[in-house]
């Protein structure tokens, strides 16, 4: 049974469960709950509301699979409802305001901590990602650490695919500042959640020129 | 959408750091973006930023694999399981199916045998399966799940019916204010939950006691509820198909209650049982009092068999910190549901129709009743 599982596609798989068949949905998630976990983790931070929200979504796929549609990928359908069981967590958890976003910090804790003592890029990445805004953090995480096409991110996460890019370029900014990449030159006359002034890289010593403010319609829509 | 279709071109350089990170994102049009990259690749100062971008890029990418915890992936096959748990029983007993005895092709998912109002159209709202190979009448087929099958053929399924569509959550306005309370009240539950439970099924058994012995007293000659339309205490058994047989997962009551005859459907619930099969108890909108003999003293099964979810689930019904009588698996219009009757601060019994759902992700609540218990 298994290897029969195992050779056939995530739409059959769907299309079986959604007809009765007791295994194909556990052969399905079993199949790609790692990078669901992935995502649900690196939005949510908190391994039990990222496990909330993964479990949420797995129910949610249990018995939405008749509405699935072959337009989309399977796990760009999977993903959706990651995405939206983790927002829906998110938006919660902000009407929570004495409830911290997490306790051990936005590393990734629900990773044994020896298996990542020996990155500490790894967690430096994962730290600054805690940092973004959530609409930010969720763009990134699907395009930039997942691999998904900006269509797919935009698919999942049900916004315009100009609004995800949009998103990354945001975060990637403050990524880029923060891993160390840039060097963050405030300057003068630059006003809280501006978008701040060029700094430079890191790599030619600071030399970069001050930056006007340029970039002001980015502030639209950007995330 | 930030970017301008074909507009004006930012300046620079010198350039702001958005602008470089938009252009490196792809959110300019193509020729603008064009007249940019050329200006940026002038600048070296640009060019570094861009770089530095890459380099971000490229650190994200490296990110290593998150593979699930055993114990997440542990606890999401445990709710996989349940949820196909309650596909069977809803497969098994689909609503408005007849006792033993009524024509299948009689059996339409929306007349109830009750003769009482229709529910709640959830079958509408019920996406269409993806291949329609389910029956589309009430032929007799056997389980699609047969683990715990071990008689004949039972009802088929109406079409869509085993899993309908999750209701919305939130329908609870105090909602979130009840799950402020939720991460405070896990600990505490916690520690705490042995006597809880005690303390519940103890009452859930006195409760239970007064239900059996009015049950008796009411219908001396054996036939409780039977054929009684809104029966105050309508108690069933598990043979209500007539075809139960013994190993059952959950016991018959042992208050002498008969199989109901097939016109006993007017009874507002009804304990509906395929062989071999867990019982479910079809629940009608607006009778859930009947269900107090059932619920009583009823172990959480399912996905509240976990306390934390049962926890989560009467704080987002507002119920945090009301004893449990019991929890029971039900049908409800159509919907795989839970029966939670809980002892409230004014010693009032209150009931809780929920579905699968009911957690921290929302209420899921899709009746609710208090009555004197």
């Known amino acids: ?223 | 959408m930030t970017a301008p279709l074909s507009g004006p071109i930012p300046a620079g350089p010198p350039f702001d750091l958005d602008v470089l990170a938009d252009l490196h994102a792809g959110v300019y049009p193509e020729d603008v973006a064009a007249v940019l990259r050329a200006r940026a690749a002038a600048d070296p100062d640009a060019r570094a930023v861009l770089a530095a971008l890459d380099a971000t890029v490229a650190d994200l990418h490296a990110l290593p694999p998150v593979p699930i915890p055993a114990s997440v992936a542990a606890r999401l096959d445990a709710a996989v399981a349940a949820e196909q748990a309650a596909r069977t029983v809803a497969r098994v007993v689909p609503v408005g199916s007849a006792p033993a005895g009524i024509p299948p092709t009689a059996q339409h998912p929306a007349a109830l045998p009750t003769g009482g109002p229709v529910p709640p159209s959830t079958h509408a709202s019920v996406p269409p399966p993806l291949q329609s190979i389910r029956p589309t009448t009430g032929a007799p087929m056997p389980p699609v799940l047969p683990q715990q099958h071990a008689g004949p053929p039972v009802q088929g399924d109406a079409p869509g019916s085993p899993i309908p569509q999750q209701p919305p959550s939130g329908r609870v306005s105090s909602l979130e204010g009840a799950r402020r309370a939720r991460d405070q009240r896990r600990a505490a539950q916690r520690s705490r939950g042995p006597v809880r439970w005690a303390t519940g099924l103890g009452i859930a058994a006195a409760v239970a006691a007064v239900f059996t012995v009015g049950a008796v007293l009411l219908h001396p000659d054996g036939e409780p509820g039977t054929g009684m339309a809104g029966g105050p205490l309508t108690t069933t058994s598990a043979a209500a198909t007539g075809a139960s047989q013994p190993g059952m997962n959950e016991p018959a009551p042992s208050n002498g209650a008969q199989p109901p005859p097939a016109d006993a459907g007017s009874a507002p619930t009804r304990a509906t049982t395929a062989p071999g099969q867990t019982r479910a108890v079809v629940v009608q909108p607006h009778h859930l009092a009947d269900l107090l003999p059932q619920i009583a003293g009823k172990a959480p099964a399912g996905p509240f068999a976990d306390p934390a979810r049962l926890d989560a689930c009467l704080a987002a019904n507002d119920a945090a910190g009301q004893d449990v009588l019991g929890v029971l698996p039900v049908s409800y219009t159509g919907q795989q549901a839970y029966a939670i009757s809980l002892r409230t601060d004014t010693s009032e019994v209150r009931i809780l129709v929920v579905g699968p759902q009911c957690g921290a992700s929302g209420s899921d609540l899709l009746e609710e009743q208090t009555t004197t218990g």
């Open chain 1, 1 to 223: 049974m298994r290897g029969e599982q195992e050779s056939r596609s995530d739409a059959d798989l769907l299309a079986a469960h959604a007809s009765g068949d007791a295994h194909a949905f556990g052969a399905l998630l079993a199949r790609h709950r790692d990078r669901m976990w992935a995502v649900a983790l690196r939005t949510m931070r908190d391994p039990e509301d990222a496990a909330d929200a993964l479990q949420d979504a797995c129910i949610s796929a249990f018995r939405a699979a008749a509405s699935f549609r072959a337009e989309s990928a399977v796990t760009t359908w999977l993903h959706r409802i990651v995405v939206n069981a983790c927002l829906d967590r998110m938006r919660r958890r902000k009407a929570r305001p004495t409830v911290p976003l997490d306790d051990q910090g936005p590393a990734e804790p629900a990773v044994p901590r020896d298996a990542m003592a020996d990155r500490e890029l790894t967690l430096d990445i994962s730290a600054a990602l805690g940092t973004l805004p959530d609409d930010q953090r969720l763009a990134i995480v699907l395009v930039d650490v997942q691999g998904y096409s900006v269509a797919d991110a935009a698919g999942a996460l049900g916004v315009a695919e100009g609004t995800i890019k949009s998103r990354c370029a945001r975060g990637r900014a403050k990524l880029a500042i923060q891993l160390g990449h840039l060097r963050n030159r405030p300057s003068p006359g630059a006003v809280e959640g501006e978008r701040a002034p060029l700094g430079s890289a890191s790599a030619d010593g600071g030399s970069a020129p001050s930056r006007g403010p340029a970039a002001q319609r980015l502030a639209e829509g950007g995330g």
